[in-house]
């Protein structure tokens, strides 16, 4: 079964190290979107991207980047981790068939950043 | 910009009882599509029900359902006979397609329990 998983699960680093976490989809889709989940924020869109070589940036990008060297993959890295970046990270995949359309989600990554 | 309003932080329901989470948004568009997701402790995003804004007829899934009213621009989740299995986050979300692809738009959520 297609799927979209997310790695590691769990994450502990230090202010100011750079962490990048995977995710990697298998049901072949254009787009890809990495999330925040903060209490009493719901989840806010961090970057996206249509396809291949394209990214986008979303209402909370600073201090974040994305880049899309394939279909499958969005890494999302955190140039030089902050405490305020300690959260509860989601990412997600859609089709694109050009109407509006579903996101499936991974299982979310935990980041403590101390 | 497009905006979801939960103003629910938390419900209670008892088993086999009936509860109704409710939500609106705020959009100019006319192509969009609603969601209902629910988020267990395991912290997993889960599709609950989607509504088609194009569709007059109100989406159901089993036990949930959803009453869509696009003029008042509300969408609430009815959930009937519920389990203790339903107690979670759910989140109303809110996605139109610009011109490439859909991204969507959370509510903060509301906290369902469910009691004996």
């Known amino acids: 079964d297609a799927e979209i998983t997310q790695s590691p699960r769990h994450k502990i680093t230090e202010t100011g190290r750079q962490v990048t976490l995977a995710c990697h989809q298998t049901w072949n889709h254009n787009n890809m979107f990495w999330y925040r989940q903060d209490l009493g924020h719901g989840l806010r869109l961090i970057h996206y991207s249509y396809g291949v070589h394209d990214t986008n940036k979303g209402e909370v990008s600073d201090g974040y980047s994305v880049s899309r060297s394939n279909t499958e993959d969005l890494p999302l890295t955190l140039e030089s981790a902050a405490s305020s970046q300690t959260s509860v990270y989601f990412c997600?995949?859609?089709?694109?068939?050009?109407?509006?359309?579903?996101?499936?989600f991974g299982p979310g990554t935990r980041l403590t950043v101390l | 910009a497009q905006t979801v309003t939960q103003s629910q932080p938390e419900m209670s329901v008892q088993e086999a009882e009936t509860v109704t989470l409710s939500c609106t948004y705020d959009?100019?568009?006319?192509?969009?599509?609603l969601f209902w997701y629910k988020q267990p402790p395991s912290r997993q995003m889960i599709l609950v029900i989607r509504q088609e804004a194009y569709k007059q007829q109100n989406a159901t899934e089993n036990r949930f359902s959803v009453n869509f009213q696009k003029a008042a621009k509300s969408f609430s989740l009815k959930i009937s006979d519920s389990q203790l299995g339903d107690a979670a986050m759910y989140f109303c979300a809110y996605t139109s397609y610009t011109g490439t692809a859909s991204k969507l738009t959370f509510g903060t959520g509301t906290r369902l329990q469910v009691t004996l």
């Open positions: 997600a995949s859609s089709g694109g068939s050009g109407r509006p359309d579903t996101q499936y």
């Open positions: 959009t100019s568009e006319s192509d969009y599509y």
